[in-house]
């Protein structure tokens, strides 16, 4: 979530437009929710001009019928409970009150200020230019002012409790955190006790702003900031801080569970039909996204049967030769899309829009049955969620939410508490899937084994941008717990082999895929340290059969490589991209496969699963150097493969070198292709472990050329070594 808003996430937002601020607290986590009524279904299909306009903000006329697109609500999920998230998102909702109009006055993209103050020269497409230079100065101005304001809550927050604590408790009392209104936080609190603390705390469920109020509501002119935003909407979606309630004695189910507690709280505040939700860490940077998601989910021809839209994952903190694949544009681009042609893709996690009652784990209409039971044994005891569980079954809506009661309040935190999903079917067929590392790819196989389908959709600008470890040890870590999460889908009661029982032959193929690619890594390092019979006497590697086995292998590989740039010319991916995945999957393949099906055998032996890791995405202490975190090497022990394959390689090409000075003489020209043709092998090895390479360096790494001199230096010591040795051993035979 943005750190403007508190929960964690740099350059995030809030709804749209987004907003964001420059810092991200540290151990901060979130999600947050831009969620749209069905209203705004019938919007997308307006055919009005591009001009640049957030959709959940214009005005459309549909039969006659005047619709605001503007009803959406935001819910951020903070999982620490602190309060200093939940003032940096009052704080955000303050300064919205100037970026949202500014926005939209001047389509504004992308619309988290952060990344559109970064921008050099912003191309200008809105419809005011006269108005704009004045408004942009005045606006950065304040937003620097923000961002001020935020670095400062933490210490304003500790002052204040301290003056409190002076005057509202007694000696020897637990030292409260307070808030700005003279209350306790009933989340987290700096000085910790028992039931405020990070992992225990009550539910809390704030609303910021509430839903704007009817009418045009034009805004007149900003006396304090010298802005006129008199034609100008100045409404703004509805703003809820959710922080779900924790306590030691109940598994707290990690992100699914988060992400559950916000759609029961949703339910009962705004109920809408689709839900859209991002990561801590992503923001919108194309404000026609939503517009772009619901005009797959109105399509006359399958719009009904389409649980949820997901859009790619793009990043804008990523070096610029990608060098550890974060883009990953091979599968974004070409696998995902691919899919379009059977059930559709897979949830990724996050930038996905769904449909709600597809989530409650509903049939699609074909194989819907017409009395739906919605018990509580199946969705909790909360008698109002119930009732807005069938409304969304009926699509049955209200245009305003209804009003902030203190019953409505006490309503929405039960359902985010601790234990409200205990014993029912939340987790399991309702939901997000619990107790595996990763919920995303279970959470759609789910959805599509009940028939429903789903849609990638990619757009010219990219729909959300987000932030990726660009850390090599980072991007292993994350890479683990994917892959370790896939091979505990393969061996649960979603395995696609049987499970979703409406799940289409091919979609189930490519769900198998999607689970055992990491058993396929065990082959690979196999593969990765065969150069050592190098290491070996000769007489071993230059058996008939050898030439034959490579090539086969050989013909084997440039078959894969021509399907895959096939493929590839299909997707639009460039060379580069293909190329940093094929170094990126042999570098996993020794590191990360490997150490997520070594969890994986650990699991099916003592019942424990892949641990889940909140991946690092901060930059290192270098604040001058923007990619400083990418020379930054972290040794850990799934490095230990990968630096035994690099070295491996090294020493095997030196002493083919060192051998083919020895030998030369008494080689036959049969022997001499068998030596060329092992040697292609090493090499093919050492360059698509060239990163890897490069990691090791540290921050040597900034001078590549550093490397392409030490890697002949090493392989002609070792070939030196070895000329040596075997002269040395040939005197002591032959004395």
Known sequence: MASAAGAGGANAGLADPLLASAKKPVGAKGKHWVAADKDQRRAAKESGGEDGRPLLFRTYKVKGTLLHPYRCACYLSDDSGALIQYEALVETAKFATLWVPFCRKHCIEPRAPESYFELEAPLYTGSAPEDFKNDHSSVHREYDEFKEHLDSISSAISKRSDAYNSMKTEEGDAKATWMANGTQWPGSWIDTTEIHRKGHHAGIVKVVLGHSIRGHNLGSQASTNNLNFASTDVRLPMLVYISRGKNPSYDHNKKAGALNAQLRASALLSNAQFIINFDCDHYINNSQALRAAMCFMLDQRQGDSTAFVQFPQRFDNVDPSDRYGNHNRVFFDGTMLALNGLQGPSYLG???????????????????????????????????????????????????????????????????????????????????????????????????????????????????????????????????????????????????????????????VSYLNMTVYPVTSLFILLYALSPVMWLIPDEVYIQRPFTKYVVFLLVIILMIHVIGWLEIKWAGVTWLDYWRNEQFFMIGSTSAYPAAVL???????????????????????????????????????????????????????????????????????????????????????????????LAIMGRWAKRPVILLVLLPVAFTIVCLVYVAVHILLLSYLTF
């Open 599 to 693: 969890h994986m055998v650990v699991n099916l032996l003592t019942k424990k699963g892949i641990h889940f890791r909140v991946t690092s995405k901060q930059t290192a202490a270098d604040t001058n150097d923007k990619f400083a975190d990418l020379y930054d090497m972290r040794w850990v022990p799934m490095l230990i493969p990968t630096t035994v394959v690099l070295i491996a390689n090294v020493g095997a090409i030196g002493v083919a070198m060192g051998k083919t000075i020895v030998y030369m003489g008494a080689w036959t020209i049969a022997q001499k292709t068998h030596a060329a043709l092992g040697l292609l092998f090493n090499v093919w090895i050492m360059v698509l472990l060239y990163p890897f390479a």
């Open 350 to 508: 996050t930038g996905c829009m769904f449909r709600r009652i597809a989530l409650y784990g509903i049939d699609p209409p074909e194989w819907r049955h017409d009395n739906i039971v919605v018990d509580d044994k199946r969705f909790g005891s909360s008698i109002p969620f119930l009732e807005s569980v069938s409304k969304a079954i009926n699509q049955e809506r209200s245009t305003i939410p209804p009003p902030i009661s203190e019953t409505l309040v006490a309503e929405m935190e039960r359902v985010v508490s601790a234990s409200h999903d205990k014993a029912t079917g939340w987790g399991k067929g309702v939901g997000y899937i619990y107790d595996i590392a990763t919920e995303d790819i279970v959470t759609g196989f789910r959805i599509h084994g009940q028939g429903w389908r789903s849609m990638y959709c990619t757009m010219e600008r990219d729909a959300f941008c987000g932030i990726a470890p660009i850390n090599l040890t980072e991007r292993l870590h994350q890479i683990v717990r994917w892959s370790g999460g896939s091979l505990e889908m393969f061996f649960s009661l979603n395995n696609p082999l049987i499970g979703g029982r409406r799940i289409q032959a091919l979609q189930r």
